[in-house]
């Protein structure tokens, strides 16, 4: 069965510091890996997308890799704001055309001062 | 340039009432979705449209219906409404980029009790 799983389910940080959310996938072959971030009563908002073939993918101070041999992902976050509390999804789509994207249960940050 | 707009943004049901989920979009995309998202859970994909007067099945259908008779809309139906539909309700509308990337954009979704 196709599965997202991200890790940790949580996680507090002070405000500066930096933190690096987990994504494990079975999902094969998949077309591309999504980072999406979703702000407490709002919809989420894509961060990065990233195909098969690539290693990385920046956006300001959020940086995704991705190991397609070890199928993980790794959202990084530097200098973390306070309007960095949110949770963070890891988004995968299979390459099996269509519309399905198998969706991880998230990873929920808040950011301290 | 409004995005997703979704109405009503929180709704009360009694089981068995019925009641219909409005999701409107003015970014002329071609493709819209409307997900269910619990709590632990990730997103489920319940249906799904990939053009006007098209709609699909997706991971969670049953219990729902949905209509897409104009581009911008894309109505999602509870005849009969259960303690289990109690969630977070998001449409999402997307359009590709020729790559396969399908980039979804959300509205602010829509929270349904059920009693």
């Known amino acids: 069965k196709n599965q997202v799983e991200q890790s940790p389910q949580s996680l507090i940080i002070l405000e500066g510091k930096n933190c690096t959310l987990q994504?494990?996938?079975?999902?094969?072959?998949?077309?591309?890996l999504r980072w999406y971030k979703q702000d407490t009563g709002r919809g989420p908002v894509s961060l990065t997308i990233m195909t098969f073939s690539e290693n990385t993918k920046s956006n300001g101070r959020y940086t995704a890799t991705l190991d397609a041999d070890t199928k993980q992902s790794s959202l990084h976050i530097t200098a973390s704001q306070l309007s960095d509390s949110a949770s963070y999804i890891c988004?995968?789509?299979?390459?099996?055309?269509?519309?399905?994207?198998?969706f991880g249960a998230g990873t929920r940050l808040f950011v301290k001062a | 340039n409004a995005g997703v707009t979704q109405t009503p943004k929180f709704r009360v049901l009694k089981t068995g009432q019925s009641m219909t989920l409005l999701c409107a979009q003015d970014m002329n995309h071609e493709y819209m979705y409307w997900y269910r998202q619990d709590p632990g859970m990730g997103l489920r994909l319940i249906h799904y449209s990939v053009g006007e007067g098209t709609t699909a099945k997706g991971e969670v259908p049953d219990g729902y219906n949905v209509s897409r008779l104009k581009k911008q809309n894309f109505l999602l139906g509870l005849e009969s409404a259960a303690p289990s539909q109690t969630s977070v309700y998001f449409c999402a509308s997307s359009y590709s980029t020729g790559t396969g990337e399908n980039i979804q954009y959300f509205g602010a979704g829509t929270r349904l009790s059920v009693l």
């Open positions: 988004v995968v789509s299979p390459n099996t055309g269509g519309f399905k994207t198998i």
């Open positions: 994504c494990n996938y079975t999902v094969s072959p998949f077309s591309n």
